[in-house]
């Protein structure tokens, strides 16, 4: 079993920055691939980033490629994600969740947990 919490979601206005944070508990963190999903109102939970277990740079979504990054601290059982240059279309619950596979990070239903989400809102 592993327990993922999130924070550090808050307001913040459009161009600024904010750093999400994952805490687990648990299995071994570093056995796990690690991804970021968000789902704003009325809309499907989407992919936002991923690090799998098996290392690389991470994988991201198009629409937030170059301004959220992904990383993990082992020591720490925390991956984070870093998001700058928001705009009110980031505007999402951003959850975490953790797989034990290291392939197809950007479905959902790849994961075995996941956290309770945090609200990111950013106004224009």
């Known amino acids: 079993q592993v327990e993922l919490v999130e924070s550090g979601g808050g307001l913040v206005q459009a161009g600024g920055s904010l750093r999400l944070s994952c805490a687990a508990s648990?299995?071994?963190?570093?056995?796990?691939?690690m991804g970021w999903f968000r789902q704003a109102p009325g809309k499907d939970r989407e992919f936002v980033a991923a690090?799998?277990?098996?290392?690389?740079?991470?994988n991201y979504a198009d629409s937030v490629k170059g301004r959220f990054a992904i990383s993990r601290e082992n020591a720490k059982n925390t991956v984070y994600l870093q998001m700058s240059s928001l705009t009110p279309e980031d505007t999402a619950v951003y959850y975490c969740?953790?797989?034990?596979?290291?392939?197809?990070?950007?479905?959902?239903?790849?994961?075995?947990?996941w956290g309770q989400g945090t609200q990111v809102t950013v106004s224009s």
């Open positions: 969740a953790a797989a034990r596979r290291y392939n197809l990070l950007h479905r959902p239903g790849t994961y075995d947990y």
């Open positions: 690090d799998s277990w098996t290392g690389g740079n991470g």
């Open positions: 648990g299995r071994p963190f570093n056995s796990y691939s």
